[in-house]
């Protein structure tokens, strides 16, 4: 798989309960970032964590990198239909500046 | 908060032709950044720019693309000849401490026909 693939890639939920979205790459990291997109808007950025932790917390948002595994979570707790978007994870490239996007996962929060 | 504010947010374009898509940075950030989605993809990398050059280009950004920085404020993405495959959604980005903090702009929606 390429750099950045998560899955899965859709995933429909009641408000209330929780999403986990996963997301792996293949390359060594500096950091990873989640973003969020709202149909055919801009990219919001989410959560950024380091190689060097492992978990952080941002309101509703949980972001877990194992990077023995080369994966990340994205969990949102207690969904809204506010929530209902794509959610892209995003890695570093080593010693560049670029991001290397995933796949996204389009997440559809009933209410 | 400050913003990335980019014009037009849809452009329509005749294959052949040249546009140029226009991009306001946050102003006491130095890294720019052109990304591009094309239709339900992810989105690409395009091009880095910093200290008035391209820092990094992908291998989409051929010769038809070019990156400019014509004054203090703006940083513009042309397209010398518009092929149908290069309809997407074009975001700017820029940054202060490179890949750790970047803004995203709401992205330029061009329809190449």
């Known amino acids: 798989s390429q750099q950045g693939e998560e899955d899965p890639q859709a995933l429909s939920i009641q408000e209330g309960e929780n999403a986990t979205m996963n997301c792996s790459y293949k390359t060594s990291i500096n950091n990873l970032q989640w973003y969020r997109q709202n149909s055919g808007r801009g990219l919001v950025h989410l959560i950024l964590i380091r190689s060097n932790e492992r978990e952080k917390h941002s309101g509703r948002l949980r972001v877990t990198l194992d990077t023995s595994k080369k994966s990340s979570s994205l969990l949102i707790t207690a969904s809204r239909a506010a929530d209902t978007a794509s959610y892209f994870c995003?890695?570093?490239?080593?010693?560049?500046?670029?991001?290397?996007f995933g796949t996204g996962t389009r997440l559809q929060v009933f209410p | 908060e400050p913003e990335v504010t980019q014009t037009p947010s849809h452009q329509v374009t005749q294959m052949g032709q040249e546009v140029i898509l226009r991009c306001v940075p946050i102003?006491?950030?130095?890294?720019f950044y052109w990304y591009r989605q094309i239709l339900g993809q992810k989105v690409e990398f395009l091009v880095s720019f910093y200290n008035n050059e391209i820092s990094e280009k992908s291998e989409i950004f051929d010769d038809q693309f070019s990156v400019e920085r014509p004054d203090g404020s703006n940083f513009t993405l042309k397209i010398r000849s518009t092929k149908l495959e290069d309809s997407a959604m074009y975001f700017c980005?820029?940054?202060?401490?490179?890949?750790?903090?970047?803004?995203f702009g709401s992205g330029t929606r061009l329809t190449v026909v």
């Open positions: 995003a890695t570093d490239a080593g010693n560049t500046d670029k991001l290397i």
């Open positions: 980005a820029s940054s202060a401490t490179g890949p750790y903090g970047y803004t």
């Open positions: 102003s006491n950030h130095l890294y």
